[in-house]
């Protein structure tokens, strides 16, 4: 069985998937293929950059967000990551010598490569630097220009787009594709014949932990949950946090808000899935269903989506117990939970006041919503859900995504990022 891994050593996220892709490979018995693409090929040919539209850019938040998160994770690995002072640096040649190199060389070329470009700060444009790192594999830079290995990089990078993959890091395997370090997991566990996290492997099961030592006793910890049920990543999400609150003995408080009062206040699309390139858009349906499996909880992608949920969120915030009946309404039973009559439904299922339609009304509710979207603005959210963990003797830290519940876990026993 192959494990293709595709990457561009540019990518931060490819360096932190490339650590540790040797290690996924040998417990799977997979043959791993090192298979270099040009990162800023695949966005020009897709008409994007970071993810977006050309004619779309990402908020202030948004990119603050992201430059956190590559500093998050590498030490969360334990990486020693240093943001490249020329970033994003031009890897063209370096891409084009990795192409020219036979594994398993190719491989140990490339980690040494990421290591000068994301530890070491090196530019690997200067043929100089370039060629002295080549000569430590005992490699020359004489293949570089040769139309050979450029036409065969470009046929690397043109086939996986004909294959659907937008961005890097991506792992083919049994006929399809994960794109993310932070999916590496899903990778395993189906090459490992599992798809849900509690019948996985022990060693799967606890992916991305932090060991915290026992005389880092952490505080107690306060969680505000920013949600919105508009949101396919927030109902999963919501599906987990109560039983990783409780696992940390942490107190959870609940801030309904609005997702596109946010989006449009910090300059995101208001509908962002609606904004992805096709290959983009298809990979969230099946990045969807893919976390629905682990978590195993149920999942159905609405008809009615994109959806208003002002009067849900409402709801929400008049009283809690709402929100998971109305999740579960939207994002599995396919209900329009804009429609009063079907918000009504649902709670009266649920055993809820009617009356809290009224509720939902009143300006007391009104003016907190807006206050609750207001508060994730200032603190930097740029989605949902978004998780903010204050405790005694540790600094507040603002997380973003469903897929960040091993480093809110993290936060919960104590650990924090270096500044």
């Known amino acids: 069985m192959d494990l293709e891994f595709l990457f561009d050593i540019v990518c931060p996220y490819a360096w932190m998937a490339a650590t ?45 967000m992201g430059r956190l998160d590559v500093e998050r994770m590498a030490r969360l690995r334990g990486l020693p990551y240093q943001r490249n002072p020329a970033h994003p640096v031009r890897t063209l040649e370096a891409m084009r010598l990795l192409q020219a190199t036979d594994e398993p060389l190719r491989g140990r070329l490339a980690l040494r490569l990421f290591e000068a470009i994301h530890v070491q700060g090196l530019d690997l444009s200067d043929r100089d630097i370039l060629a002295s790192l080549a000569a430590e594999q005992g490699q020359t830079l004489d293949p570089i220009d040769r139309p050979a290995t450029k036409a065969a990089l470009r046929a690397s990078t043109e086939a996986a ?21 932070d999916r590496m997991h899903l990778v395993e566990a189906a090459l490992r014949g599992h798809r849900t996290r509690a019948r996985a492997p022990v060693d799967l099961q606890g992916h991305g932990a932090v060991p915290v030592s026992p005389a880092m006793a952490p505080p107690p910890a306060r969680v505000e949950v920013f949600h919105d049920i508009a949101s396919p990543y927030s109902y999963l999400g919501f599906t987990q946090i109560e ?77 809690p117990r709402a929100a998971a009946p109305l999740y579960e309404a939207l994002w599995v039973h396919d209900r329009d939970v804009s429609r009063p009559e079907v918000v009504a439904a649902v709670l ?6 009617p009356t809290l339609l009224q509720a939902a009304e009143t300006e007391a509710i009104k003016a907190q919503l807006q206050a609750n979207t207001e508060r994730a603005v200032q603190l930097g959210a740029c989605g949902a859900p978004s998780f903010f963990v204050e405790s005694r003797d540790r600094p507040g830290i603002l997380i973003w995504g469903q897929d960040r519940l091993d480093l809110l876990g993290a936060c919960l026993d104590g650990w924090r990022p270096q500044a």
């Open 20 to 64: 540790q892709i040797d290690g996924l490979a040998a417990r799977t018995g997979a043959r791993l293929v090192w298979r270099p693409v040009l990162l800023g090929g695949m966005l020009k040919a897709l008409g994007e950059e970071g993810g977006l539209p050309r004619s779309s850019t990402w908020s202030p938040a948004r990119e603050e």
């Open 161 to 181: 787009l004909e294959e659907g993959v937008f961005g890097v890091p991506t792992f083919r395997a049994q006929g399809r594709f994960w794109w993310g370090a």
């Open 243 to 319: 039983g990783l609150a409780r696992a940390h003995g942490a107190e959870l408080v609940w801030r309904p808000m609005l997702l596109g009062a946010l989006f449009r206040q910090i300059g995101t699309p208001n509908v962002p899935i609606a904004a992805m390139n096709a290959s983009r858009a298809r990979y969230l349906a099946q990045d969807l269903a893919d976390h629905a499996a682990w978590w195993d909880v149920p999942f159905a992608f609405p008809s009615c989506f994109p959806v208003r949920t002002v009067l849900a969120m409402r709801v929400c915030l008049a009283e």
């Open 348 to 353: 009266a299922e649920h055993g809820l006041s």
